[in-house]
């Protein structure tokens, strides 16, 4: 069975541009989640997707946004880009909407704005 | 709203000795609280999982934790350490409101001396 995929795996951006990240799930597999790691913050959690419906959201700016297709891939986007948004992107799938479900989590996208 | 806490931030041990990760957590009800681990580069890799039942889980590459409610903690063991274990260790803890959100702790780094 494939894992998480993540493309591109790197990115290179200017301030001001903006960025699509898409995660192809685990195949079954219907919630997607997208969390944010930096040095400084570590592990944040952006948000949520099951069933193409967001289901929760981190404390994140309206520049983060996301989508779930009806073939369960995931997308997120930020707008006008900004230094701090340099960090390795994770997305994870679960296959169940519960909060025990297990989490695969795919290589990331290292997005660096310059 | 839930928290994690990993006190240590780098824990240097010999190769073969025991290993004793710490893990704190802040959580209204009876928690689901994963351990992950990362290598340089990569996503994360689930070791082991509590939901509820015996209180002592065993996980993938000889880790193990043991839940202790008076304690909040969920601290993640090994008996003895390999080089290849060196890599970033993440607790995290799943959401209260439903979904598959996980807040995670700011990690631990672990070296190995040979």
């Known amino acids: 069975k494939a894992g998480v995929t993540q493309t591109p795996r790197y990115l290179i951006k200017t301030r001001g541009q903006q960025v699509t990240l898409s995660c192809s799930p685990i195949?079954?597999?219907?919630?997607v989640s997208w969390y944010q790691q930096t040095p400084g913050q570590g592990l944040q959690f952006l948000f949520e997707?099951?069933?193409?419906?967001?289901?929760n959201k981190g404390n994140f700016p309206g520049r983060f946004s996301g989508r779930q297709f009806s073939n369960s891939r995931s997308e997120m986007n930020v707008s006008t880009l900004e230094l701090g948004d340099s960090a390795l992107y994770l997305c994870?799938?679960?296959?169940?909407?519960?909060?025990?479900?297990?989490?695969?989590f795919g290589q990331g996208t290292r997005l660096t704005v310059v | 709203a839930q928290s994690v806490t990993q006190p240590d931030i780098h824990i240097t041990v010999s190769e073969g000795a025991s290993l004793e990760l710490r893990c704190n957590y802040s959580y209204g009800a009876t928690p689901y609280l994963f351990w992950y681990v990362q290598s340089p580069g990569q996503g994360l890799q689930l070791l082991l999982k509590y939901f509820s039942g015996d209180t002592l889980v065993q996980g993938i590459k000889g880790f193990e934790a043991e839940f202790k409610r008076s304690q909040s903690s969920f601290n993640l063991r090994k008996p003895s350490v390999h080089w290849s274990d060196a890599a970033e260790y993440f607790c995290a803890v799943g959401n209260t409101g439903g979904g598959n959100k996980l807040t995670f702790g700011t990690g631990t780094q672990l070296k190995v001396e040979l």
């Open positions: 994870a799938s679960s296959s169940h909407r519960d909060r025990g479900s297990e989490a695969f």
């Open positions: 195949s079954g597999h219907r919630s």
């Open positions: 997707y099951f069933s193409e419906t967001q289901r």
